[in-house]
């Protein structure tokens, strides 16, 4: 009976130390989060609420040691409501320890504005907390193809190209851990969601790519004005006469795509640079998007107003009236009327 007994204890103490090692491994082999990485904690929400719906995000893989670590740690009660931008990969303990330390308040912010460049979000970027410049364009040409592969509306996109176009204009928060790939992941997440199954539907409808899209927005952001509250009808009409001119066979003659390229406003000898980019000499879209464009712009591209013009200018003025043209002699008067 005595042996009975101690084999017994022994395979309760073997029993301890395999739930232990079970346990201590769940808390500490991180998880590579594939979804959107946002979570939000809404005031009022338990552990078991949070717990699930971390589970249901993908964040964590077992509620049942998420809960008892929390339970453990006597953290339960220190939860911050927030909205968390958390890191690609990440464990349970380091998870319970953003969450529980409030370090969604009060984070650095970054501004990508409507027409903003690679370039813009990087100079942005510099002197942000632990960045500095250059460490977003880093970022952006080390990222591997399993960052990319899960992200559909990417598939169309040449793998020349760059992610720009892409980097949804918004405000975005991050921490002091945060890296460059993070608010990429972020800003391409954005995108995905903002981009919505509608909008998809018709640009397959047309016979479009998300590329092509993409890139005429970003063309359209950059020569008109748009209001993102009350944009109006001039980015329709524009991105109308830009396809218009596209299906005659006519150049595009967008001085901001060659702007693009020389980075800096082109003068009368720079219409003749020999560049993809010069669409004055070269038919067609560019190579790809020359600033990330707005919601705006990207409608404005997707759903154009056909119109009789031909010509249109964009005066540079604090409203960036647009005047349009039928023919290239009602051009040439408006330039001599508003640009000179």
């Given at each position: 009976?005595?042996k009975v007994?101690?084999y017994?204890i022994?395979l309760l103490i073997?029993a ?5 090692a079970w346990?201590i491994?769940?808390i500490?082999?991180p ?5 959107q990485?946002?979570f939000?904690?809404?005031t009022g929400?338990g552990?078991?609420?949070?717990s ?8 964590i893989?077992?509620?049942f040691i998420f809960e008892?670590?929390v ?6 009660s220190n ?6 931008s958390?890191p690609?990969v990440?464990?349970?303990?380091r998870?319970?320890d ?10 650095p ?8 460049t ?7 970027l510099?002197?942000?907390g632990?960045f500095?410049?250059?460490?977003f364009?880093s970022?952006?040409?080390g990222l591997?193809?399993d960052?990319?592969?899960d992200?559909?509306?990417l598939t ?12 949804f204009p918004d405000t975005?928060?991050?921490?002091s851990y945060s ?9 391409l997440?954005?995108?995905?969601a903002?981009l919505t199954d509608d909008l998809?539907?018709?640009i397959k409808k ?9 890139t005429?927005a ?6 008109v004005?748009?209001?993102q509250t009350n944009p ?24 901001a ?6 980075k800096?406003?082109p003068t009368?000898a720079?219409?003749k640079?020999d560049s993809p980019?010069?669409t004055?000499l070269y ?7 020359i600033?990330?464009?707005?919601l705006a712009a990207i409608k404005?591209?997707?759903y ?9 200018l ?8 647009v005047?349009y043209?039928?023919?290239?002699q ?7 009327k508003?640009?000179?």
């Amino acid at each position: 009976m005595k042996k009975v007994i101690f084999y017994l204890i022994i395979l309760l103490i073997i029993a301890g130390l395999g739930a232990s090692a079970w346990f201590i491994f769940g808390i500490l082999t991180p998880v590579k989060i594939t979804a959107q990485s946002d979570f939000t904690i809404i005031t009022g929400d338990g552990v078991h609420q949070i717990s699930y719906n971390l589970k249901q995000k993908n964040i964590i893989r077992n509620q049942f040691i998420f809960e008892t670590y929390v339970f453990l740690k006597d953290v339960g009660s220190n939860f911050r409501a927030g909205d968390y931008s958390l890191p690609e990969v990440i464990n349970i303990k380091r998870l319970v320890d953003l969450l529980t330390s409030g370090e969604a308040a009060d984070n650095p912010e970054i501004l990508v504005k409507e027409g903003d460049t690679i370039d813009d979000i990087d100079g942005s970027l510099a002197g942000q907390g632990q960045f500095k410049a250059g460490d977003f364009l880093s970022a952006l040409k080390g990222l591997n193809q399993d960052f990319l592969s899960d992200r559909e509306f990417l598939t169309d996109k040449p793998a020349t190209a760059r992610l720009e176009g892409y980097l949804f204009p918004d405000t975005y928060s991050f921490f002091s851990y945060s890296s460059a790939s993070d608010l990429i992941r972020k800003m391409l997440n954005n995108f995905d969601a903002k981009l919505t199954d509608d909008l998809r539907l018709e640009i397959k409808k047309q016979g479009k790519t998300i590329f092509d899209i993409i890139t005429m927005a970003s063309i359209v952001e950059k020569e008109v004005k748009i209001d993102q509250t009350n944009p109006g009808p001039d980015g329709h009409v524009v991105a109308g006469i830009f396809w218009k001119r596209l299906s005659a066979g006519m150049p595009l003659q967008s001085d901001a795509t060659i702007k693009y390229e020389i980075k800096r406003t082109p003068t009368a000898a720079d219409l003749k640079i020999d560049s993809p980019y010069n669409t004055y000499l070269y038919q067609g879209l560019p190579p790809g998007p020359i600033c990330n464009p707005g919601l705006a712009a990207i409608k404005a591209a997707i759903y154009p107003v056909e119109s009789d013009y031909w010509f249109f200018l964009t005066e540079l003025n604090k409203q960036g009236t647009v005047h349009y043209a039928k023919d290239f002699q009602e051009h040439e008067a408006n330039i001599a009327k508003y640009l000179k």
